[in-house]
């Protein structure tokens, strides 16, 4: 069960997912830079912090003769700080397109505020997450710093 979901959005949001199919990913906008920073030990605390947001007017619906269709452009912002002092900053923005099966229950999602956290959160992050992992631990071992392995998100 996702916290603050009822049992009846719940149900609604699990019939949602499953008639749910992702169409494309796409990655739009890849940032991430080193600031000075000296030997990093293999012993030394180093402090992550992210966040996404969704792009203004999110979600974009499109209407046309082959099917009904959201596009979700989200951004991913990190930094890893050490002793205090951020030496990475990573920002990677997307954008995924979904299937509508049904307008109406697409509106009823997009217009319950806990339903459509439910799926920013849970279905979203969930997809982008690996592609966003492997995006930092490249970055990082493309500006020769030792590479930071992001949790899983559950």
């Known amino acids: 069960m996702i916290k603050n979901l009822s049992k009846e959005k719940y149900d609604i949001f699990l019939d949602f997912n499953n008639n749910l199919n992702l169409l494309q990913l796409d990655v739009f906008k890849v940032n991430f830079e080193k600031k000075h920073v000296g030997e990093i030990s293999i012993d030394q605390k180093i402090n992550i912090t992210w966040g996404y947001a969704i792009a203004d007017n999110d979600p974009l619906v499109i209407t046309d003769d082959k099917e009904d269709r959201f596009i979700v452009r989200p951004k991913i912002d990190l930094n890893c700080e050490l002793n205090g002092k951020i030496f990475y900053k990573h920002s990677t923005a997307y954008s995924l397109a979904f299937n509508i099966h049904s307008m109406d229950q697409f509106e009823s ?8 956290t439910a799926f920013l959160d849970n279905n979203l992050m969930k997809t982008i997450w690996p592609f966003f992992r492997q995006q930092v631990f490249n970055g990082m071992n493309s500006l020769c710093l030792k590479p930071v392995t992001l949790p899983f998100i559950h």
């Open 109 to 116: 999602i997009k217009n319950d505020k806990d339903l459509w």
